[in-house]
C-alpha cells in the first residue's frame, strides 16, 4: 500500500496544517501594512500586494484538496512561489518608505512560511 500525503502529514484538515495557519496569520498582517500604501501614488500596489498574501493559503489549502501528491506537491510550490513575489513586493514597500518598521517584522515571519512550505515540498513522498 502506498503512503499518500494525507498519511505523511496526518492531518485531516487543511486548517490543521502549521503552514496554512501561520500563512493566514500572515494575510492579516499584510492586509494591515497594505493600509500604509498611498493610492495616489501606488493605485494597484495594495490590490498586488494582497493578493500575492492570499495566494499562499489559498493553494495551500486547494492543493491539500486534491487528494494527490503530486498536486499537492504543485500547489505547494505555487504557494511558494506567491510568498516569493509577497517577499519582493514588501522589499518595494520598503525602498519607497511605506513601510517603515512593520516590513521587517513581517518579512520574518514570511521567512519562517517560506522555509515550512520549502521542508513540506522536500519531505512529500514521490508518487
Not at 3 to 20: A, H, Q, S, T
Not at 24 to 35: E, F, I, N, S, W
Not at 63 to 69: I, L, M, Q
Request: glycine share 8%; proline share 3%.
Amino acid at each position: 500500500m502506498r503512503l499518500g500525503y494525507r498519511d505523511f502529514c496526518g492531518m485531516n484538515d487543511f486548517k490543521d496544517l502549521i503552514v496554512w495557519q501561520k500563512s493566514m496569520l500572515l494575510v492579516d498582517q499584510v492586509y494591515a501594512m497594505g493600509k500604509l500604501v498611498p493610492w495616489r501614488e501606488a493605485p494597484g500596489f495594495y490590490s498586488q500586494l494582497t493578493r500575492a498574501a492570499i495566494s499562499i493559503p489559498a493553494n495551500i489549502s486547494e492543493g491539500y484538496g486534491r487528494f494527490s501528491t503530486k498536486e499537492y506537491r504543485r500547489f505547494l510550490r505555487i504557494s511558494l512561489g506567491s510568498s516569493y513575489e509577497l517577499e519582493t513586493l514588501l522589499i518595494i514597500g520598503r525602498n519607497r518608505g511605506w513601510f517603515r518598521n512593520q516590513e521587517e517584522q513581517t518579512n520574518k515571519f514570511l521567512k519562517e512560511v517560506q522555509k515550512m512550505l520549502f521542508t513540506i515540498i522536500k519531505r512529500l513522498p514521490v508518487d
